[in-house]
């Protein structure tokens, strides 16, 4: 019998809301992320576990489509409950393994990156802070194995495609079975809101930072051009018509950089000016969010030709360059 992908809603602390986790409940029995670590959390997934007839010694693996709190900060209990082993990208061990560590070296990068961004003192405090808050609703698993790009998995009855879909986040991965067009997405791709690509530091040290949101549009390009019939995201209800959605997400991005281009047409700015003119009020959780965002169109447009930075005493300036350019269709990006 074709194996059943079980969706398991878990409400989270944030402002986005219930995560989903996904049973596949044929062996070797799989849970797809877990969800933050808070007691609620805990007691709510092990809840429709009993409820799907599922118990913990049941689950032989666990996947983690991505390194965010809101989807892996269980994993060790998990792990100690069931004795299922766990897999995720391979440029996701990191974080996993030793959350912390990885937050402090990138909020200290970060630091340095938002002077340039031209964010005052007051709002690094508070992004610095937030950052740190996170780490309440994680704990590292020290035993990870790699399931990396290309690989074909038994996970739930079913062999499955994984797929590098970088961008969200790096070391982001989804499952995708062939036959019957299924794909468990993680944040890849949602129905109701666009995910957003944050900034991260480089992968090496002294590297160059990679461009988040210019990743995510091509990982976007290839899910597309992939017969996926059925969604299951991270958040948000199971959808159809995934081509459809991502056309309709680029087109987005598009609109938000001729916002941008126009804006930067009436004079250069700087990443923190764009924040307040496109985000008025914002929160302490979204500030990062907000950067992240500006910043990666800002990127679009660059590697476009579209704009230019100008360094002065230390703080980009951004500023319309119609000198040069190249076709949308054109650009590609490694990743």
Known sequence: MQATVHPIRLMTPFPVGAVNVFLLREDPVTLVDVGPKTPESWEMLEHELREAGCRWRDIQYVVITHPHVDHYGLLPRVLEASGAKALAHPDALRRIRTPRLAAEEEMRYFQGFLVSAGVPEEIRGLIADHQRTLQDYVDGADEVGELAEGRRAELGGRIWSVVDTPGHSSGHLSLFHEKTGDLIAGDH??????????LEPPKEPGGERRRSLLVYMESLKRVAAMPVRTVYP???????????LVESRLQGYERRCDQLLGWLREGPATVYDLVKRMFPRLSRDNWFLAVSEITGHLDVLEVRGQARIEERKGVWYYRADSSSGVARSAIRVAR
């Open 234 to 244: 991270g958040h948000g209800e199971v959808f159809t018509g995934a081509a459809e």
């Open 189 to 198: 791709l949602l129905p109701h809101i666009s995910s957003n690509a944050v």
